[in-house]
């Protein structure tokens, strides 16, 4: 019996009859200029096959030399991990044919890598803590690319041919490999999106990558599967490949616990293979059967000698680590005097370090907290992206905002400038120039709008005077409107009220 023939189960069905069990394996392409073995640089965007050599493109003869800053950033990611640094570790070859590995291997690292045994805690919804325990962090090089071109969905099922960028194979990677998460039950999607949060909070305060998950420079691949309620033995584990959001890492999990679990109580088995993930509607569907570890036939490089990090160097790398981003965070809501629950909600959204970088740009903390979480995050989620994927930053935001806090801006021009700003329109102060947006600040202008408004309507005019003062609200609303919101509505009240004494 095949997946695509059973129905989804229910999610409360599935926690009653299985315990999930997970396995987070996420991939980190490592902010250095060149790559993991060669000199090409490691730009985004590049036009294809444009940052090659015969190293990365695996030439015979070519030879790889280590990148001393990558290896550097492995260690720090480990030691932020709370992981052990191996004081020997070795790259290995990873055999395997696929398209986009010119070398038919990857070099990685196999039984011996750099940082191992750790742990990351990390915060759940409700405030409590889970504790996911790392196997291993370990170096290795990115494959390149394919491009599957006539298809409908991009990928390689109904397209009429591909095309290979190898710009991208040979960037460092680490991949960050966790222990099965057992005992998660029904909170298994939740604490597989926290972890995935945390590690790329943590990653981005290390300053070791710009962890971007729409491009590609962090993402997870989801391994999942199920076991009968008092059973001890692991179900059969499917992994969901490149899953690129935090979002979509939750969705992940969900489905495929609600699809194994659909196929199990149909008396099926689950099949040991790679899937994709849709983001278009959160589904899953077969990719390969999945190998194992023999089936790589890993054996030591031969052409790198074994890393062997001084102990004296290793301390001094523990000594560059920054205030950890839940430390960070517990200081500043102290600074900002918000409740957990607040602070937990920022957290939730993805706004804490947007808040803080906004704030460092020159924003009150109360005025950088509302943009983020109410306007911004509604554009975020009718655009579709993460918070931290609008177009816009926060010392733009900070910008906006001191426009509002001098007067050149009404609340609502600000809301159109920063919808410009997100519409790539250009800079704050640019775009408030090019579209003439300031709020008028001369009374002559003012007190004529105010004259017409009233004319148009003697009987609001007539009531005011009477003593009826919230019947200026419509006068108010007719000036703004006259002006196209560009009226300080307070000022425009008191020439309203003035006119009518």
Not at 179 to 186: F, K, N, T
Not at 199 to 225: A, E, H, P, T, Y
Request: with cysteine.
């Amino acid at each position: 019996m095949t997946s695509a023939a059973v129905e989804l189960l229910e999610y409360d069905e599935v926690i009653a009859a299985f315990d999930p069990v997970m396995g987070l394996e996420v991939h980190v392409e490592l902010g250095t200029a060149t790559k993991m073995f060669c000199g090409c640089p490691t730009d985004f965007g590049a036009e294809p096959n444009t940052q090659v050599c015969p190293v990365c493109i695996g030439l015979p003869g070519s030879l790889p030399v280590a990148n001393a800053k990558a290896v550097e950033s492995a260690i720090r990611i480990g030691l932020a991990l709370n992981c052990s640094i191996r004081p020997s570790s070795k790259f290995a070859r990873k055999n395997y044919f696929y398209p986009d590995q010119p070398k038919n291997y990857q070099i990685s690292q196999y039984d011996e890598p750099t940082s191992y045994d750790g742990y990351l805690d990390v915060l759940l919804a409700d405030g409590t803590t889970w504790r996911v325990e790392i196997e291993r962090a370990h170096m290795e090089e990115d494959t390149g690319k394919s491009l599957h071109i006539g298809g409908a969905t991009g990928r390689i099922h109904g397209a009429s041919h591909s095309l290979l960028d190898y710009n991208r194979a040979g960037v460092p990677l680490v991949e960050i490999v966790t222990r099965p998460i057992v005992g998660a039950g029904d909170r298994a999607p939740e604490v597989a999106r926290a972890y995935v949060t945390a590690l790329r909070d943590l990653l981005k305060s290390l300053d070791v990558s710009d962890v971007r998950m729409d491009q590609g420079s962090m993402r997870c691949d989801v391994n999942l599967s199920l076991m009968a309620k008092g059973a001890s033995e692991f179900g059969t584990r499917t992994e969901t490949k490149n899953v690129n959001s935090l979002k979509s890492v939750e969705i992940a999990v969900r489905y495929e616990m609600r699809r194994q679990a659909a196929i199990l109580q149909a008396g099926g088995e689950i099949v040991q293979e790679t899937r994709h993930f849709h983001e278009t509607d959160g589904t899953t569907s077969a990719g390969r059967r999945k190998e194992t570890a023999e089936d790589y036939r890993y054996f030591p490089e031969p052409d790198l000698p074994p890393v062997q990090p001084d102990s004296a160097w290793i301390e001094e790398l523990r000594a560059t680590l920054p205030e950890l981003p839940w430390l960070r965070r517990a200081r500043i809501q102290e600074e900002w005097g918000v409740s957990d629950e607040v602070m937990r909600d920022l957290v939730n959204v993805g706004a804490v370090d947007l808040i803080i970088a906004t704030v460092d740009a020159g924003a009150s903390p109360e005025a950088a907290r509302g943009w983020w979480v109410s306007f911004l995050a509604q554009q975020a989620n009718s655009r579709g992206v993460e918070l931290d994927g609008l177009a816009i930053t926060p010392a733009q935001v900070a910008e906006i905002i001191g426009l509002v806090d001098e007067g050149k801006l009404t609340t609502k021009l600000a809301q159109q400038v920063a919808t410009a700003v997100l519409d790539g329109e250009g800079e704050p102060k640019q775009i408030v120039a090019d579209r003439g947006l300031e709020v008028v600040r001369d009374d002559s202008a003012l007190q004529k709008a105010v004259d017409d408004a009233l004319a148009a309507n003697p009987d609001i005019a007539e009531k005011i005077r009477g003593g009826k003062v919230q019947a200026a609200g419509k006068i108010v609303g007719d000036v703004m409107k006259a002006t196209r919101g560009q009226a300080d509505p307070a000022r425009v009240k008191e020439l309203v009220l003035a006119a009518c004494s």
